[in-house]
């Protein structure tokens, strides 16, 4: 059915260019493995159809699709404008309101009501990804008075970056609560956390969760400067960690996001949590069939760096190629996973105070085993997913499977590096659990006769505690 199995993952954002059950489906086809679902736009009733879809084809493909629900957080916005004439000329002084007005190139009006209060003299404003960037000069009258610096065309609802300027608005908003109960209701697999500023954003949003009853995994978005400075605290709140490089790289100076990239991606590793990269990976392709070589590297970088999953959103949400889009970007990762060697085998420290120490020690010699006799595959049983988060953290060459009896797990290790995850649950004795879970990967083509793998469980099996256990064996 899917023919791609990458070990990096793609994800592809929702839109109205694949919003049916039928691109869907050629979207996986595609090699896609997360749909992301924006709660910038849409209705919920918008986004439970295109659920309902998702969860149809994973049960007539027998997939493990992920379900990515994003929330919109502060975002500060322009609010509607006049007209397409209306520009901003460099050294003109322009006024921002928060007014409900229609924008002008001499009154602009933004949906962010604490602007006024959050803005101070001096402080630059940047519109439209930095496209247009103006200086404040004053605030009074409950209006901010700015000098255009670069000028350009003013468009509705086109996003404001403040990227000197604490802004007061939580990371969760009254309307990013809304969103949120109806993603928990629907029981979405990963949910993101827009313009997280500090581990208290992230901390609030899990508390939320555990609140309702779910364990629904949280992603921190890395968009602000403020999160760069707390980033190790940031990653060990968080589930995974989004490199969200659109804002990030108007928040910050747009020379650094290539480092910030890839420190956060080695952080991560080293602290086995998921890190996607997103934003303009293969932004040419909106509107072409072919990607520009910037593009094709750019995907390339981050396989290096090593990145659990790339992420499209405009491309695959409103392109006019959505689906040569995803083959163009599984196929560059495909070269890359074949030619790189770089890209596997890594080393870490573990650390001997930590809880789950031995266990850790026990998957990073699995993963060592499986490169000595050039294992095909690395076999895990888990229940609450740790065991798959450790093996994907040392990035083996093998491929890894993973075995559980959590349905929900199955379609949320789709995020994680190298992971295939398949449903069991008839933990009897060990012996009988490996002899059928490696039958099962020989019938579906994955193992052949022949092919070494390296089994973790944990003894005794039927108790399901950490991994405590390795047996290596030939088909």
Not at 314 to 322: H, L, M, N, Q, R
Not at 401 to 416: D, E, G, Q, W
């Amino acid at each position: 059915m899917k023919p791609f199995f990458n070990k990096t993952k793609v994800i592809a954002t929702v839109g109205p260019a694949i919003n049916t059950k039928e691109k869907l489906l050629e979207m996986v086809q595609a090699g896609t493995d997360v749909f992301r679902l924006n709660f910038s736009h849409g209705s919920h009733e918008e986004h439970k159809k295109v659920i309902q879809f998702i969860r149809e084809l994973n049960k007539e493909h027998n997939l493990n699709i992920c379900i990515l629900q994003d929330l919109q957080g502060p975002k500060i916005r322009l609010g509607e404008v006049a007209s397409d004439q209306e520009f901003l000329k460099p050294g003109k002084k322009v006024t921002i309101t928060t007014q409900p007005v229609k924008s002008t190139a001499k009154k602009i009006s933004t949906t962010y009501k604490a602007f006024i209060n959050d803005v101070k003299p001096d402080d630059p404003i940047l519109i439209d990804d930095g496209k247009i960037e103006l200086k404040v000069l004053e605030v009074k009258d409950k209006e901010v008075v700015a000098e255009v610096i670069y000028g350009g065309q003013l468009k509705s609802k086109k996003g404001i970056n403040l990227p000197s300027t604490n802004i007061s608005s939580p990371s969760l908003t009254e309307k990013d609560t809304k969103d949120l109960m109806f993603g928990l209701e629907e029981e979405v697999d990963w949910i993101a956390l827009s313009f997280v500023r500090s581990p208290i954003d992230v901390l609030l949003l899990k508390h939320i969760i555990k609140q309702q009853g779910k364990e629904t995994k949280v992603i921190a978005k890395v968009e602000k400067p403020e999160a760069i400075e707390q980033i190790d605290a940031i990653i060990e709140a968080s589930d995974a960690i989004m490199v969200a490089r659109g804002d990030l790289g108007v928040e910050v100076k747009i020379e650094e996001v290539p480092l910030i990239q890839k420190l956060i991606a080695q952080k991560c590793r080293h602290a086995g949590k998921p890190v996607v990269v997103a934003t303009q990976m293969l932004e040419s392709m909106i509107d072409n069939p072919r990607p520009t070589r910037a593009e094709t590297n750019d995907i390339a970088n981050a396989v290096m760096d090593g990145a659990d999953t790339l992420m499209l959103s405009g491309e695959t949400a409103v392109g006019k190629y959505p689906i040569e889009t995803v083959r163009t970007m599984n196929e560059t990762i495909r070269i890359m996973e074949q030619k790189s060697e770089s890209i596997y085998h890594k080393k870490e420290v573990l650390h001997r105070k930590s809880p789950t120490y031995y266990n850790d020690s026990i998957i990073a010699a699995a993963c060592v085993l499986a490169q000595d006799t050039h294992a095909k595959g690395i076999v895990g049983m888990t229940q609450s997913g740790y065991t798959a988060f450790q093996v994907a953290r040392f990035r083996p060459k093998a491929n890894i499977f993973i075995f559980t009896a959590n349905r929900k797990l199955l379609n949320r290790l789709s995020l994680v590096w190298g992971v295939r995850a398949f449903y069991y649950d008839k933990f009897t004795s060990t012996d009988d659990t490996f002899d059928e879970v490696l039958n099962l990967l020989q019938t579906k083509g994955h193992l052949n006769k022949g092919d070494i793998c390296i089994n973790l469980a944990s003894m005794p099996i039927a108790k399901r505690q950490r991994t405590n256990t390795i047996k290596m064996s030939q088909i």
